[in-house]
């Protein structure tokens, strides 16, 4: 279906939309297949892996904090993605929005820093994949697994949206189960209940390990604020739901339950198993060379339970890719329906697979090979910081369309009363979100080792801008007039 079908300000034709035809994407997905795809596109490494550098950074109640900051930031973005996604229920939504909310050069802009989010995303993804496989193969090179899972997740992609739907449920499913088990068993080893642990051992208690030779915020509260990009990055992926809408069935419906569902979730989970984290590892002792779930359950003394938890967080990885590699290929696929980007990249295969989009974001994922030749632990940070800077970027745009639909739609003579979803605490919730990010922005200018984002991610923004400029400058798009 081509967005551009799709009338402004029209939920009612947001809940009714009829199938696309035969050659179009496909509305294949239900609202269980939204929350396990946005469970799946967050639930990576942001959380399994770069967990530990931020209670590292930010000490244990920092990270918390900063987990806390995101999953309120979390909360607010996706109340307003919630009434953009049920008006404009189109595959790669982002740029749509901020196209007709705010301006054609602003969701291009949009589209390409989403594209680059899960691009730069896959190859932390693969990267964190075979700095975790080094556990069993030491003497295997870490490219050649980011070779082998990129293999995978391709594969996985190139069959309809229905399977890849039911194949990213249950790889959730894993990890959703994985990181219970850290909060319930990691959280009993705290209150004392840790039986297996050896004998001699000793393990913290409750939230001694918050209190610090240093004092509650080690590095200061700095060390809080560099972190939030970090936290933010984590979240990163909760708003796939807005990606997938228009292969979903019945959005009106769906979209707001599977929005509900997501953001509940994730605040149980990242904050239960931050907190289980920071109280249970010292945050002089947590980095990047083991994730910190797999330290957990070693410390709880669960017999061989480490190397299970690194298959499952293996498989979660994976997980993550695979929805990113999904979301790459929809965004191309969208910009080419609204003649942004090169026509190839409309091409669907017999199942309604945009196969020439998904090759191409595939070779984002080629930035994996790089950072596993050179240097896996330092520029996988740096790929964690320009994918944090890429995802904000996209939750800022997200925000400021909702606050010019809103008044566009209300200058128009709309009646929120016909609305299926509205954003609450208008306009409260997006100029809190606006401020939020755009705060995060200015805090990694303070760490070195994060400061890599702004000087790739603002250039790169300027560039799209100003490509647009002269491309498309004289002329209106048509996602613009549509």
Known sequence: MSVSAVPENSSAAAGSASPPPVDGLRRTMRSRHLVMIAMGGVIGSGLFLSSGFTVSQAGPLG???????????????????????????VSGAFHIYASRSIGPATGFTTAWLYWLTWAVALGSE???????????FPSVGVWVWCVVF?????????????????????????????????IVLGGAALFGFHPMASAGGSHPFLLENFHTPDGLFPNGFSGVLVTVLAAFYAFSGSELIGVAAGETEDPATA??????VTVVRLLVFFVGA???????IPYDKVGLD?????????SVGIPYAADVMNFVIITALLSAGNSGLYSCARMLFSLAEEKQAPQALRRLSRRGIPLTALSLSMLGGLASLVSSVTAP????LVLVSIAGFAAVGVWMSIAASQLMHRRTFLRGGGDLRTLAYRTPFHPVVPLLALTLCLASLIGIALDPAQATALYFGVPFVAGCYLYHWLRFGRHRTSGATA
């Open 126 to 136: 693969f990267t964190a994949c075979g700095l975790l496989m080094q556990r069993w």
């Open 377 to 380: 632990e330092t520029v996988y």
């Open 63 to 89: 990270a918390v904090l900063a987990y806390l900051v995101g999953a309120f930031v979390v909360w607010l973005v996706m109340a307003c993605l919630g009434e953009l996604a049920v008006v404009y229920p």
């Open 255 to 260: 979209v707001p339950k599977a929005l509900r």
């Open 274 to 280: 931050i907190t289980v984290i920071a109280a249970t």
């Open 290 to 298: 083991e994730s910190p779930f797999v330290t957990v359950f070693s």
């Open 150 to 182: 990129a293999a995978v997740v391709f594969a996985v992609n190139a069959f309809s949206a229905r399977v890849f739907g039911e194949t990213e449920y249950w790889f959730s499913l894993v990890k959703v189960v994985a990181v219970v088990a850290l």
